[in-house]
Structures are given as C-alpha cells and as structure tokens.
C-alpha cells in the first residue's frame, strides 16, 4: 500500500491548532469573538486551538471564512499574492499535510492565495458511516475523481453512489455527504471544492441519522 499521505495526527493536529491560535491572535480576537465570527462554538475552537480535537474540513472552512485567511496558512505554507498568470506546481507528496477522522488529506497548490479551487488529494480511512458524527456540509461545490480503490458516497438527498477507480462525481456541498472506502484497502482521490468565499445561493440540510 502506498503509504505517502499517512502522517501522526497528533503531529498534525497539534500543528494546525497553533496555526489556528496564530492567526486569531494576529487579528487580536478573543476566543468569544472568533467564535462568533467564525460560527464555531468557543469550545470546540479551543479544543482545535490545544491540539484537542482534528477539525473537518467544514469547520476549516469556517475558521477560514471568520479569520479571514487563505487555507494554504493552516497548513504551514505562505501563499503568494493574487496575480496575473500564476500558477503552482506541487511535487510528489509535496503538499501540505492534515489528518482527521476518517480521512488523510494532503492539500496541493498552497503557494496561491485566493484560489476559486481548493485541490486535494485524499487517502479515505473510514470504511463505515460510523466514522463520522454527522454530514459533511458548507457552502460551494465539489468534484472528485477515484484514483485507487472503491469509494461509496453517502448523501441526504441520493441513494448510495458506489465508484471505482476512474469513476468521478460532481456534486453540491450544501447537500449533506460523506465518502467511506469500499474497498479493502483505503480509497485514494483527486477532491476538489470551491473555496469557501466564493458566493453561492444558499441552502440548508438536517443533521445524518
């Protein structure tokens, strides 16, 4: 099995939450405001902050969008500047890496700032729904592309969409989703998503039972 995208996620946990504590200090809000403004209960954001808790990439998403920084700054990377034909190139597992439940991501192309994607690569550890607590779900769209093995994605307004290697899907984020590894190893993918402040038409969705 290849085994590039596995990093300890307490290393990688422990990382982002300083990252995190950074950047709200930077901005000099307490953990009350950044609570507010980031829509994330001020627990849980200083649960993240100790190195307590792995956040999903909803709740990145959110810090993100309160904080008003690029992604790329929680993984480590200093994105460049928005401009006039750049590009990024990201070597073999080069990216920046973080680990949560259920999922090994490996973020590409973080030297730009401001980007209209946000590019992964994704190792699927959760073989079972019970992996998660509830549906993924924020704001934009989302492709992604099965690179090796088996993935079934689960969501609230479809029936199980089962993929194999070359399958791809396109999909909305609002809807709630989550993706497990059908196969006996961990799935790899290609995962895509718009970043978080580009505007979208907004909807809602219940919680996963």
């Not at 980007?115 to 704001?139: N, S, V, Y």
């Not at 090796?148 to 909305?172: I, M, Q, R």
């Not at 609002?174 to 497990?180: D, F, M, S």
Request: charged share 25%; glycine share 8%.
């Amino acid at each position: 099995m290849d085994t590039s995208l596995t990093k300890s996620p307490e290393s990688s946990t422990s990382d982002l939450g300083r990252r995190v504590r950074a950047a709200r200090l930077a901005h000099d809000l307490t953990l009350e405001t950044a609570s507010r403004l980031c829509g994330v209960s001020r627990s849980t954001l200083s649960k993240i902050e100790n190195g307590l808790m792995s956040p999903t990439f909803d709740v990145l998403q959110k810090i993100v969008v309160g904080l008003k920084i690029d992604l790329g700054e929680l993984f480590g990377s200093t994105p460049k500047v928005n401009a006039s034909g750049r590009r990024a190139l990201t070597r073999k597992d080069a990216g920046q890496r973080h680990a949560y439940r259920g999922y090994q991501m490996e973020l590409l192309a973080t030297d730009l700032a401001h980007k209209a994607m946000l590019p992964f690569r994704i190792r699927i550890t959760a073989h079972t729904l019970d992996a998660f607590d509830d549906w993924g779900r924020h704001e934009g769209e989302e492709f992604l592309y099965v690179i090796s093995g088996s993935v079934c994605l689960y969501s609230e307004l479809y029936a199980p969409t089962h993929l194999n290697a070359g399958d791809s899907l396109y999909f909305d984020s609002r809807t709630g989703h989550a993706a497990v590894s059908t196969s006996e190893e961990d799935a790899e993918v290609l995962w895509m998503a718009t970043s978080a402040d580009l505007p979208v038409a907004g909807g809602g969705g219940a919680s996963k039972k």
